[in-house]
């Protein structure tokens, strides 16, 4: 078999050359809106609108320092979502949303009518989508704030500056919508839990990753809130080391008992007996129930089967993409080989060291117990039910944007 090809490499990730290298100020937390704060945090949310400006926690920094970054152009939102200043698949839906908003805000502040305007927010989602390829949440923000520009450009009277107000304001209800949906996986992921469980996470799926409380780490959060006494082996994530940088940081914040372990020690870990129930999130899960996140969730899932331990996936029906029919069909990004090389700019391989550095792999459908929505929890046969999942949300999110495009249309009469 030949040898895969290296990926092209992403350097140092230097910061945006907008801020001559430096991160931006933080706002005061008093002087923010309510809806750019964590609540499980106690921080601000990874990605949140400030004074006309997207503002994102740049979580390449953490747990050493917390830095945030800014961004005013379509362009320095995709690089953010590409060099991972944003990341975790509703985190980078989000951004992608707000990123639609500054395309047309910047076409009408030059002097753009309606169709100039609706054109720069498609041009915006084409440039995004482009930035990581995975991630189906991306896809789905975006397409859905472009159906919407489209939507409001044809109401009679429509201008385009009610229309790019209307852009933020859906931008903003994308966000708490996610909170919602995180809230309604976290309680029916908690129901699955027995007490005094011994949970195994991988990566971070929490509060940075989403806009907040998180998927897999939201069920965490609503056990440990419900006083189930539970604690969590964190994998540490090679090569970024999400677990160790940021889901032990969110846990150690929120007081939930937990250890770090190196990746390989959790096999071993369930094969003592250790690990009650395993839960991850996803960014992308294919009709049949394939399941795409980080590296090293498919070796997690194999010793959870073979150990008899239970492995749910906890998506938000967004990440279900029922046009892809099987986990062959879903892209994987390959990443900088830097990214193994070095750790924090340390370098720990051979300069000239090949690397294969897939961010994803597939867990195959008959590896997970269940997959647990906002809607409830889908068993096998998944291709059965996580349609029914998918076109209930749908069905409730078209529902209530009728609704709105009715008001509009009636305030517009």
């Known amino acids: 078999m030949a040898a895969p090809a290296a990926a092209a490499s992403s350097g140092s990730l230097p910061k945006l050359a907008t801020f001559a290298g430096e991160p931006v100020a933080k706002p005061a937390m008093d002087a923010i809106p309510e809806r750019a704060r964590s609540l499980a945090t106690k921080t601000y949310r990874p990605v949140f609108w400030h004074d006309d400006m997207l503002f994102l926690i740049d979580q390449r920094a953490l747990p050493t320092d917390f830095e945030l970054t800014s961004c ?127 949970m195994l996470h991988h990566c971070n799926t929490g509060a940075l990753a989403t806009i907040d409380f998180g998927t897999a780490l939201g069920v965490i959060y609503e056990c440990h809130a419900q006083g189930k006494g539970v604690h969590v082996w964190v994998d540490e994530t090679r090569p970024r080391l999400q677990g160790a940088r940021l889901t032990a940081w969110e846990l150690m914040r929120a007081g939930v008992p937990m250890h770090l372990i190196a990746d390989g020690a959790s096999g071993g870990l369930m094969r003592a007996g250790k690990v009650d129930v395993v839960v991850f999130g996803a960014d992308r899960v294919a009709a049949n129930g394939d399941t795409a996140n980080k590296i090293g969730t498919y070796t997690m899932c194999c010793a959870a089967r073979e150990n008899g331990v239970p492995a749910y996936a906890v998506v938000p029906t967004s990440t279900i993409d029922l046009t892809v029919p099987t986990g062959e069909g879903i892209p994987i990004e390959e990443r900088s080989g830097d990214e193994v090389r070095c750790i924090k700019g340390a370098q720990v391989a051979p300069e000239d060291c090949p690397v294969f550095n897939p961010a994803f792999d597939v867990t195959p459908a008959k590896m997970i117990t269940g997959i647990i929505t906002e809607m409830g929890v889908c068993y096998p046969p998944f291709a059965v039910s996580l349609r029914k999942a998918k076109e209930a949300a749908e069905e409730a999110i078209k529902a209530e944007w009728d609704a709105k495009l009715a008001a509009v249309r009636a305030g517009s009469a």
């Open 72 to 198: 005013n152009t379509v362009a320095m939102v995709g690089e953010c979502i590409n060099l991972m200043v944003v990341r975790g698949a509703p985190a980078i839906g989000a951004a992608g949303a707000y990123g639609l908003v500054i395309g047309a805000r910047k076409a009408l502040s030059d002097g753009g009518d309606l169709a100039a305007v609706v054109a720069a927010a498609k041009a915006a989602k084409v440039e995004l989508d482009a930035a990581r390829p995975t991630a189906v949440n991306l896809e789905w923000a975006t397409a859905r704030m472009a159906a919407i520009a489209e939507a409001l450009a044809g109401i009679d009277g429509m201008t385009a500056d009610r229309l790019t107000s209307t852009l933020l304001t859906e931008a903003h209800e994308l966000c708490d919508l996610d909170v919602r949906t995180n809230m309604a996986m976290s309680r029916f992921g908690a129901d699955l839990v027995p007490e005094g469980a011994n």
